[in-house]
């Protein structure tokens, strides 16, 4: 091992952030390599976290750090409470003031939980879904004045003239949680398509007041082209007002061909999105095989897919027209090869694990896990690995105002759990 360890030092530099398998040599075992830590411009030692060999192994990333980063651990106590079972595929979590939870359920329900754990029945009011394969009632997100106007905001997969596509819509939460009331559809990806795949449709409040919509690109090889174009919705995050109109300034208000609402372009199928302490946008996309990606979105920035990607077609070939970098195209800040299948996110700001301050939670289905990562002047240093010994799939990661961490899982069973400090009366073990 010593020599190994040597070896990938000396190396470090075309072996980067791959690590020293970076070749294409199988790699089996834990290792205890720096070369991760010592291109960032360390000279600490790390244990990488992901050893697997890397789906596309002579891929190498555009800076140091921005694959396979320091496994760290939190040495954080912690107790998960799970609120509730039995949720048919639930796809958000979104805590009320009050401190019960809203969830949803893909086949097109939406629930109240109690902080307790009580399981309140479906919400009426809720518009028919598209349910089949990733689409259904995905989202909810709460108004930032619902405190006072108690309005809240989904997306959902939409029956259409020519198939579905993701839209949202708005409604009043009734005070007994019964129902949504004056329901009105704010806004409609265009265009439609009949396809099961890639809605997106993370919603995020800005510090602007504006909504955020993130939006796949359905997928199939014939759609994937519009991600990189105007006038087409598929594989942008667009920015609305709350009442669906298109703010003036929006990077292509007044482009002759191009949608309005359209704030970045070139994005694959985005199922987390939210705004970091300082009020800035980030996602996680889903790549193919070899890429998903942890990317901060700024206005009318082009973040590349498909045709600047890390990662390979599910085959295994290569994905036709691709580079890992273009003239152009923002990269991403970090990548995930293998991949983690993302979805759901938050950026921790709670006053209940002051340790976890800063830092990134991201879901992970694929592994079954809640993924931590840190930064250090907007580079990805560590990531550690959560909840795996429970095996589901992470769908959906929140912050409640308790502090508190709420995770749903999709599954055909799936769970609602509540992270919180470990008491001191609780048992060893979390
Ligand atoms: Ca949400
Ligand atoms: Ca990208």
Redo the contacts with the bound molecule.
């Keep these: 091992m010593r020599i190994s360890r040597q070896i990938c030092t000396g190396l470090l530099v075309l072996a980067l952030a791959v690590g020293c398998g970076g070749s294409g040599q199988v790699r089996n075992g834990p290792r205890h390599e720096s070369s991760d830590a010592i291109a960032a411009g360390r000279s600490d030692e790390c244990q990488l976290l992901e050893t697997r060999t890397p789906n596309v192994p002579d891929q190498r990333p555009a800076f140091a750090g921005q694959t396979r980063a320091c496994g760290v651990t939190s040495n954080v106590a912690f107790d998960v409470v799970v609120l509730a079972k039995g949720l048919e595929h639930p796809w958000a979590v979104e805590p009320l003031p009050d401190g019960s939870l809203l969830v949803t359920e893909r086949p097109g329900r939406m629930r109240v939980v109690s902080g307790s754990g009580k399981l309140g029945p479906p919400i009426g009011g809720v518009p028919k879904v598209d349910a089949g394969g990733q689409g259904g009632l995905l989202d909810v997100a709460l108004s930032p004045g619902f405190a006072r106007d108690r309005t809240v905001y989904w997306s959902y997969a939409e029956p259409r003239k020519g198939g579905n596509a993701t839209s949202v819509a708005r409604g009043v939460l009734t005070a007994d949680y019964g129902r949504l009331e004056q329901v009105r559809v704010i806004f409609r990806a265009m265009p439609a398509y009949e396809g099961d795949k890639h809605f997106g449709s993370r919603l995020a409040f800005g510090p602007d007041g504006k909504l955020f919509v993130t939006l796949g690109e359905r997928s199939d090889a014939s759609m994937r082209p519009q991600a990189q174009q105007l006038n087409s919705d598929m594989g942008k995050i667009v920015r609305i007002n709350p009442d669906g109109s298109v703010p003036d300034d929006n990077p292509f208000v007044g482009r002759a061909g191009a949608r309005p609402e359209i704030w970045s372009l070139?994005?694959r199928n985005v199922q987390a999105a939210g705004f970091d302490a300082e009020g800035r946008l980030w996602e996680v996309?889903h790549g193919t095989q070899g890429g998903d990606?942890l990317?901060r979105v700024e206005k009318g920035k082009n973040?590349?897919?498909p045709v600047?990607?890390y990662g390979e077609e599910y085959s295994g070939q290569p994905i036709p027209g691709s580079a890992t970098a273009r003239e152009g195209m923002?990269q991403?800040v970090y990548y995930w090869d293998p991949v983690i299948a993302p979805s759901g996110l938050q950026f921790y700001s709670g006053d209940a694990f002051p340790e976890w301050r800063g830092n990134l939670f991201v879901g992970s289905m694929k592994d079954m896990r809640l993924v931590r990562l840190v930064f250090k002047d907007d580079r990805v240093t560590g990531e550690e690995h959560l909840l795996a010994d429970r095996s589901q799939r992470v769908r959906d990661v929140r912050q409640g105002p308790d502090g508190a961490l709420y995770v749903v899982t999709d599954m055909p069973q799936g769970e609602l759990w509540k992270i919180t400090p470990r008491r001191p009366s609780s048992a060893a073990g979390s």
């Design positions: 070139g994005h996309e990606e990317n973040y590349g897919w600047q990607a923002e991403p």
